[in-house]
């Protein structure tokens, strides 16, 4: 329905609608019934004409049932229900909680009415990137958004303007699905790489683009696939706890070599994990923050980066201990 559909036979707009100076409080109202109503975890579409494209007054709303409901082929027992219930609470304000409570509600709706404070468990999620929260709400908006992206090589960061359309998590780390509006493509992003400030404009972008969100989380995939790495961990090390869930096999259990022959820093018997990796300077950091305990080595481009990085430890603290004796 257009606008003037809604307030010409909603009840609480339409006994006002004639009322010509109640116009501006009934459309400031209007505005924030969207906004609760995306808030609640219902999604509320808003559809261009086609024939006016950018016509406020041609604009029709449409609550999606397939958005809104389970497909029929989804079923869940009393147990399933109770967990998903729980695991909807988990996420704390400023990451996924609007998308949590979108999900409490179609549980509840399916009889999962479980009132988490009598359970006597409390789990709490959360991104820690500062960008989420900004980040996520514009996705919930559909409203464009403009941050500083620094790459890797690169002195100075880039500024970037985007349709944020999905907050993903890819080898241990959160990404943001996009579409670049300047450059007219699908486009990934890391978080930890934006160094400014999330800024959320007023301009909205289509519905349409979020079409383009299974093409780029398989894109993903994909490229941690074609990334190997060979890395040496310390037995029983933080660096192997932390990096052995990477690895991946066919089969049902991990397998592990010993190189008795390990060196740099590394003991006499070392671990060394195959697994893939979707970014190689990312990862490298990774190394570096474990000490000693893991060692790149292989690819080349992994090792280089490696010592790259603890090149310029070295002379950042060689330059500081040269300035205390001056």
């Known amino acids: 329905m257009t606008r003037a559909e809604l307030l010409s ?99 509840a709706s399916l009889g999962a009415n479980v009132d988490v404070q009598h359970i006597g468990v409390a789990p709490r999620l959360t991104i820690s990137e500062p960008s989420a929260a ?26 970037r303007h985007v349709a944020p359309l999905r907050l993903h998590q890819a080898d241990g780390r959160w990404h943001l699905v996009a579409y670049d509006l300047d450059r007219e493509a699908p486009r ?24 383009e969100v299974p093409d780029a989380i398989e894109a993903l995939e994909a490229l941690v696939t074609s990334q190997p790495a060979l890395v040496s961990v310390e037995p029983g090390s933080i660096a192997q706890a932390r990096l052995a869930t990477r690895v991946r096999t066919e089969q049902s259990s991990i397998e592990f070599t010993v190189d008795s022959n390990s060196h740099e820093s590394m003991s006499s018997a070392a671990t060394n994990l195959r697994l893939h990796t979707l970014d190689y300077f990312v990862l490298a950091d990774e190394i570096v923050g474990l000490a000693g305990e893991a060692v790149a080595r292989e690819p080349s ?7 790259e990085v603890l090149h310029l430890i070295r002379s950042q603290h060689t330059d500081a201990l040269s300035g205390d004796n001056s």
Not at 60 to 88: C, H, N, T, W
Not at 134 to 157: K, N
Not at 301 to 306: C, E, I, Q, S, T
């Open 9 to 107: 036979s909603v009840y609480g707009y339409a006994h006002r609608a004639d009322d010509a100076s109640a116009s501006a409080a009934i459309e400031r109202q209007f505005e924030r019934d969207k906004e609760q109503i995306r808030l609640l975890g219902i999604p509320l579409e808003t559809l261009d004409s086609p024939l006016e494209p950018g016509n406020n007054q041609l604009t029709r709303y449409r609550i999606s049932k397939e958005r809104l409901q389970l497909p029929e082929s989804v079923r869940f027992g009393e147990d399933e229900l109770a967990m998903l219930r729980i695991a909807s609470f988990a996420w704390s304000e400023g990451s996924l909680e609007s998308e949590a409570r979108w999900v409490a509600m179609k549980l």
């Open 134 to 159: 900004a980040l996520q709400q514009a996705i919930e908006a559909r409203r464009a958004v403009t941050f500083d992206y620094q790459l890797p090589g690169r002195d100075t960061p880039l500024s």
């Open 188 to 211: 990934v992003f890391l978080l930890q790489r934006i160094t400014s400030r999330v800024t959320l404009l007023s301009e909205s972008f289509s519905p349409e683009l979020l079409n």
């Open 301 to 307: 481009v992994l090792r280089a980066r490696v010592s």
